[in-house]
């Protein structure tokens, strides 16, 4: 089970960071996914657990940084810079090492984050 926080309402060029804690059972990765109104989910960021090494979206290089705490089996999201285009629902998700959404089996409820411009 995934359990995402962190979402808000925020202004453009404010920071959130998002957290994701699983619980039940560990994972190859863990990653983030958004899906805006009336778009397709997109890949976000994604971390493998054991390695620490990470993946992003074009449009968030710079701007966001995952990261882990294996400990407590969760990840994080640091955004920065953000966007009004960044407005989303944020999905965690935990599966394989890919930006492929397939590939992740479990996922948690999304937690909304609104850049205001």
Do not use: H
């Amino acid at each position: 089970q995934l359990q995402a926080s962190g979402g808000g309402l925020v202004q453009a060029g404010g920071s959130l960071r998002l957290s994701c804690a699983a619980s039940g059972r560990t994972f190859k990765a863990m990653g983030w996914f958004r899906q805006a109104p009336g778009k397709e989910r997109e890949f976000v960021s994604t971390i493998d657990l054991m390695l620490g090494r990470a993946l992003y979206a074009d449009s968030v290089k710079g701007r966001f940084t995952i990261s882990r705490d294996n400990a407590k089996n969760a990840v994080y999201l640091q955004m920065n810079s953000l966007k009004p285009e960044d407005t989303a629902v944020y999905y965690c998700a935990a599966g394989r090492y890919t930006f492929r959404p397939v590939a992740y089996d479990y996922w948690g409820q999304g937690t909304l984050v609104t850049v205001s411009s």
